[in-house]
């Protein structure tokens, strides 16, 4: 027995060890197919020629060609930012020429980061191409917004330099794609089948880039100086800081990057046979304890089958929709375990046909709310667009046309319902600043959301219609058409709290408990329907994270509101 358990232990370290070699191979497939996709994306951009038009350094353009040129590349530019699996930012940094392109969203100016470790390391190359990652961006300049997180632990890029045709040691321009490290990191999460595993992206000099560890996973490990060739496709056996481990490594096709993983020989020893030894005991004494059962019980199978039924159509008035086992034996008892679980069967059919038909009414309601509040948005906007054209103010028109094809592009998210909390703050930012132009520059946003919040998910254009109540409802219904309008975000215990708040004009007692009460009922149950907007956010926020998320508001006449919304950290 003791030799059998021996025997079937080795065999489970093997398999263990299959396994998670089937597992880093896909994950490293999977990277590497997503590293070359950026290439690509870079390499599809370089080739088009309005893009090498732009950037020549023999072109000669005025602001008029220059803004029309940069309208019809903005496709391209949203084209690749959207066919990517996680989220990612094209920037094109260009030379003082080019100056009136720079907007700090696709293009910034050359000096912004003449002095990062990367564009010097990119300048220095034989190569046109560099994979930057942590130290190299220290000396960037164009991490600047506020609710971005630390670039240095959260952002891996990919830069192309295009050469001066005069000059070929000169960069007339440069195109970067920065893309997520941390979709990459829960990537390489899921690959680790084993407790007190991990597993690494080391760059060319073998420094860590990315590292995730399961339990006690050893993900600080240092790896340089440390030949690792010997373990490219298949387990080996290396000391690292003084201790045993196994380690797989692969590598990328289009990148000097590898990937790691590593299980700890002394992990992996520790399944011996003691534990299958226990493991077959314990089965052995369950097994004899169902049998003796099995025996005991035999003589009432036909009683407790009964019983069985009757108990089971009294749990279906709690919403148990449990089916019973048919029996092989075509007797009386069999008809009517058949008669049961038919009912059931029909029941939640028809409880689920209920409910989806639920979901499809509140996703109608929604599109309706959209094609109610979009099209009169966008009729105010082009308006204003053609007053500032009449007017010769070209920076204006500029600014608006940006504002409103980011504002749209971020509220249609490809036909999909969700998107992370970032991208709502993008959407709210390009509508504020459209209704501030029109508006006259009278009203301010301040953000002040926690960078931990901004990866999660929530529905889509969820504080846009708050926001724009704060403005018609609030700021503009004050004497003085002047205010501000202010966003805040905390994480705590896996929920997050965010706060809407302006100094309008304010909210008389009565309409905040009525605004209160319409945020906690079903739109059928509102029968003024003149909350519909608020009901209908909160019917999302409810269906999304469930009935407990609403929103809650507070106000004081001549003060201001308080819109405050707490829901679950959700990706």
Same mark, same amino acid.
């Given at each position: ?51 090498? =038009? ?19 590349? $903005? ?12 989220? /990612?930012?094209?920037?094109? $940094? /260009? ?6 392109? @720079? ?35 220290? +000396? ?6 506020? $609710?971005?997180?630390?670039? *240095? ?27 997520? *490290? ?31 560890? /399961? ?17 490219? +496709? ?36 520790? @399944? ?68 049961? #679980? ?73 036909? #999909? ?10 959407? @709210? *930012?390009? $509508? ?70 302006? =100094? ?28 519909? +907007? ?38």
């Amino acid at each position: 027995m003791i030799v059998f358990n021996y025997y079937i232990s080795q065999n489970y370290q093997e398999e263990l060890l299959a396994n998670s070699k089937s597992s880093h191979a896909m994950t490293a497939s999977s990277l590497s197919n997503q590293f070359n996709s950026y290439s690509e994306s870079l390499s599809l951009l370089m080739t088009d020629t309005k893009v090498r =038009d732009l950037i020549s350094e023999k072109s000669v353009y005025t602001l008029d060609e220059l803004t029309d040129l940069k309208i019809e590349i $903005y496709n391209l530019i949203y084209f690749i930012e959207n066919i990517q699996q996680s989220s /990612v930012q094209l920037r094109i $940094y /260009v030379k003082d020429k080019l100056s009136e392109l @720079v907007d700090e969203g696709n293009y910034y100016s050359l000096k912004d980061i003449e002095e990062a470790v990367w564009f010097e390391k990119l300048e220095s190359s034989k190569y046109r191409n560099i994979w930057i990652s942590n130290e190299d961006y220290d +000396g960037d300049l164009t991490f600047l917004p506020s $609710y971005r997180s630390d670039p *240095k632990s959260n952002t891996i890029s990919y830069a192309i330099k295009v050469v001066d045709s005069d000059d070929y040691s000169q960069s007339s321009s440069i195109i970067r794609l920065d893309f997520s *490290k941390r979709a990459i990191q829960l990537a390489l999460q899921k690959s680790l089948i084993m407790e007190n595993s991990a597993t690494y992206i080391l760059d060319e000099n073998n420094n860590t880039i990315i590292s995730a560890a /399961v339990d006690r996973g050893p993900d600080a490990l240092c790896f340089e100086g440390i030949n690792l060739s010997d373990t490219t +496709g298949n387990w080996g056996e290396l000391k690292v800081d003084g201790k045993e481990y196994h380690v797989l490594t692969s590598e990328f096709l289009v990148t000097p990057w590898k990937m790691i993983t590593i299980i700890s020989s002394e992990d992996l020893n520790s @399944v011996n046979y003691e534990k299958q030894l226990l493991f077959y005991i314990s089965l052995l004494l369950i097994s004899s304890v169902l049998i003796f059962l099995s025996s005991m019980m035999f003589t009432r199978k036909i009683t407790n089958q009964i019983g069985l039924v009757a108990s089971n159509m009294k749990n279906l008035c709690s919403g148990n929709f449990h089916l019973l086992p048919l029996q092989k034996n075509h007797d009386e008892l069999s008809d009517l375990i058949e008669s049961y #679980n038919y009912m059931t069967y029909e029941l939640q059919m028809l409880i689920h046909s209920s409910y989806e038909s639920g979901i499809r009414i509140k996703n109608a309601e929604f599109k309706a709310l959209q094609a109610q509040i979009n099209p009169h948005f966008l009729y105010n906007t082009l308006d204003m667009i053609n007053y500032h054209a009449y007017k010769n103010q070209s920076d204006i028109v500029e600014d608006i046309i940006f504002q409103l094809t980011k504002f749209y592009r971020l509220s249609l998210n490809q036909g #999909n319902d969700t998107y992370q909390i970032w991208r709502e703050i993008d959407l @709210v *930012k390009s $509508y504020f600043s459209i209704q501030n132009i029109r508006y006259g520059g009278k009203m301010s946003l301040d953000i002040d959301i926690d960078p931990l919040c901004l990866e999660y998910t929530i529905p889509k254009i969820t504080f846009q219609p708050i926001v724009e109540n704060s403005i018609l409802h609030g700021i503009l219904n004050k004497e003085e058409k002047k205010g501000c309008v202010t966003i805040i975000g905390k994480i705590s215990d896996d929920l997050i709290t965010f706060v809407i708040k302006d =100094d309008g004009a304010g909210i008389s007692e009565k309409n905040v408990d009525s605004l209160n009460k319409a945020s906690k009922e079903a739109p059928e149950a509102n029968d003024s329907g003149s909350h519909y +907007g608020i009901v209908n956010i909160s019917e999302r926020i409810a269906t999304f994270f469930g009935p407990q998320y609403h929103l809650h508001f507070e106000s004081e006449l001549g003060k201001g509101t308080i819109v405050t919304l707490v829901i679950p950290a959700k990706y």
